[in-house]
């Protein structure tokens, strides 16, 4: 989940502490096979993941770090899922003696993100100079490591060659067992794939008014604000999502309705979708622009 967001802050801020971090194996059908059989059936794909992940570490480290991320102000939600994250996890691993870490980002509340770090540095038990000089660096490694990412994609974004732009969440999209399936077929294909996520985040932010001035999930708002930053650089647009997912089920309807003169292809992957029946479309979708930019 959002390990994909923030694995640069989390590792920099509990190294810069002296500890240790272990991070789950990549996604494969073990782990979300234990996640499913963990979560209830109408939790999004990934969720199931999440909880086989969760499963891995227990027993495996001190603490577990399931964050709370509710908002980061007004009109600028995180899914639902996420406020309730660390009192499912707790509640669900509440027989394993395992001991969970949590941090509490709620800025309608006051709760901002480096108050949170602060709180969570208390609950470790460190020195307040200590945790302040470790979130520092770990904003600092978080927003090089994103800017090196957005002017990577920027420079792709510059080649000759078919393009198509990936819009989903970056869990989704970054996960080895679902999305990179994705973008790895692509490249196979000789497409030069690129994603609506790896933009500078503000700039998303502001654009995607120009989509939707209502949308209120801030991940969704980043997708958007990618999607009118690169609709007139790509051949076609693929929206990825996890079965079944609340804010996409609307984002995408918005996205296909309002976003015109490119192929969109809306891609739903569930615990059951193979391999094979992914790639077929994806073949399809390839030849379909191949075909109207006449390289076929
Ligand atoms: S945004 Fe969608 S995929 Fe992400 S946690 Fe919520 S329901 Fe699941």
Redesign the pocket.
Same mark, same amino acid.
């Given at each position: 989940?959002l390990y994909y967001r923030y694995r640069t802050l989390w590792r920099t801020f509990f190294q810069e502490l002296g500890m240790e971090v272990k991070a789950s194996s990549p996604t494969n059908r073990e782990v979300l096979e234990h996640g499913t059989a963990l979560a209830i059936d109408e939790a999004?794909?990934?969720?199931k993941i999440y909880l086989g992940h969760v499963a891995e570490l227990i027993g495996e480290c001190d603490y577990i770090l399931v964050p709370r991320v509710s908002n980061f102000g007004w009109h600028r939600n995180m899914?639902?899922?996420?406020e309730a994250l660390p009192d499912l996890v707790r509640n669900m691993f509440r027989d394993a003696d395992q001991a969970f870490l949590s941090y509490d980002l709620d800025v309608l509340e006051k709760r901002d993100e480096k108050s949170a770090f602060l709180e969570m540095g208390r609950q470790l038990g460190c020195p307040v100079r200590e945790v302040k000089r470790a979130y520092k660096l770990a904003k600092k490694a978080e927003q090089a490591h994103n800017k090196e990412r957005v002017q990577k994609q920027e420079r792709l974004s510059k080649q000759e060659g078919l393009k198509i732009l990936l819009a989903g969440?970056s869990?989704?999209l970054e996960d080895p067992y679902i999305g990179r399936t994705v973008t790895g077929y692509l490249k196979e294909s000789g497409v030069i794939p690129l994603r609506a996520d790896l933009v500078d985040r503000d700039g998303a932010l502001k654009r995607s008014r120009e989509l939707s001035p209502t949308c209120k999930?801030e991940? @969704?708002r980043e997708i958007l604000g990618g999607i009118v930053q690169y609709r007139e650089n790509v051949d076609g647009i693929i929206l990825v @999502?996890?079965f079944?997912?609340?804010?996409?089920a609307m984002v995408n309807e918005l996205i296909a309705r309002r976003v015109k003169g490119v192929p969109i292809l809306n891609l739903v992957l569930d615990s059951q979708t193979g391999t094979a029946g992914v790639e077929t479309r994806l073949e399809s979708f390839i030849d379909i622009i191949r075909l109207k930019r006449g390289t076929l």
């Open positions: 989940m999004c794909l990934s969720l899914c639902t899922r996420f969440h869990y989704v999930w991940v @969704s @999502s996890a079944p997912c609340g804010p996409d």
